[in-house]
């Protein structure tokens, strides 16, 4: 854990100096919508599922991104859990594809871990990811085949309750978040640098099993041309439910 906070900090110290260095930045006002379920199916095995709605254009102006992530999870222990899965992901029309959608294909797998304490909790994942995204023809068309890349995403996310309730249905908490993505393969070239994402929130636990997550996300990412960056202002709100079959121990 101790690893995923100092990287944490180096992305932060270093990004004042990336926003100097750079040749160009565009700004974008974003709203992220998910919902995210963990089910339990026995001591060893469960299935992850999540989804989310994402709009760009002064927050909610414009349909942006559509993203499903189906996945099967093992327990190695209650606080560490393995997980394959698959996403897909659907861009609406944009820039260089301006009047069709492009999808992606992106298989992942995940390691994910948890700290719990009386009055602190950490949740820490290492994701590697290979993304297919389909080659752009035209505005108007998709080309033939796929671009290939590899991308590794660090997460890490500590809760902080602010109430007496704590983490009891009721309770309110502070959420701070931060995941660094990073590319690699044949076709990075500018880029292995792909983005930081930072989040700040509250956290309302609507029952044991359920949490209802809303606040700010900065997003700072470097385009493929490496000279181009962008950074992205979100409004972003978030549902989670872990869902527990086994039988009674």
């Not at 926003?19 to 095995?45: C, V």
């Not at 871990?113 to 820490?124: E, Q, V």
């Not at 890490?156 to 990073?182: H, I, S």
């Not at 490496?226 to 872990?242: D, E, K, L, W």
Request: hydrophobic share 40%; no cysteine; proline share 4%.
């Amino acid at each position: 854990m101790k690893s995923f906070w100092s990287i944490t900090l180096l992305v932060l110290i270093l990004l004042p100096w990336r926003a100097t260095a750079q040749k160009t930045i565009d700004t974008d006002e974003q709203a992220w919508f998910g919902a995210f379920s963990q089910i339990r199916l026995n001591q060893r095995w469960g299935l992850w599922f999540d989804a989310h709605l994402r709009l760009r254009d002064q927050y909610v102006n414009t349909l942006g991104q559509l993203l499903i992530r189906p996945g099967l999870t093992f327990y190695l222990y209650d606080d560490v859990r393995l997980t394959a899965a698959y996403a897909y992901v659907h861009q609406f029309p944009a820039e260089g594809h301006a009047n069709i959608g492009r999808p992606e294909h992106r298989p992942w797998q995940q390691i994910q871990w948890f700290n719990r304490y009386a009055w602190l909790r950490f949740t820490n994942a290492i994701r590697l990811e290979e993304r297919f995204r389909r080659k752009l023809k035209s505005d108007n068309e998709l080309g033939e085949g796929y671009l290939f890349n590899y991308r590794i995403r660090f997460n890490t996310t500590a809760f902080v309750p602010l109430t007496r309730k704590g983490f009891e249905p009721g309770g309110l908490q502070l959420v701070l978040n931060n995941e660094l993505m990073v590319n690699f393969g044949d076709e990075i070239v500018y880029n292995y640098f792909d983005q930081n994402r930072f989040f700040a929130g509250l956290a309302y636990q609507l029952t044991p099993q359920a949490q209802l997550h809303g606040g700010y996300m900065n997003l700072y990412q470097q385009l493929p041309a490496g000279n181009a960056f962008r950074n992205q202002h979100t409004i972003r709100i978030f549902y989670f439910h872990n869902f527990d079959l086994r039988k009674e121990r």
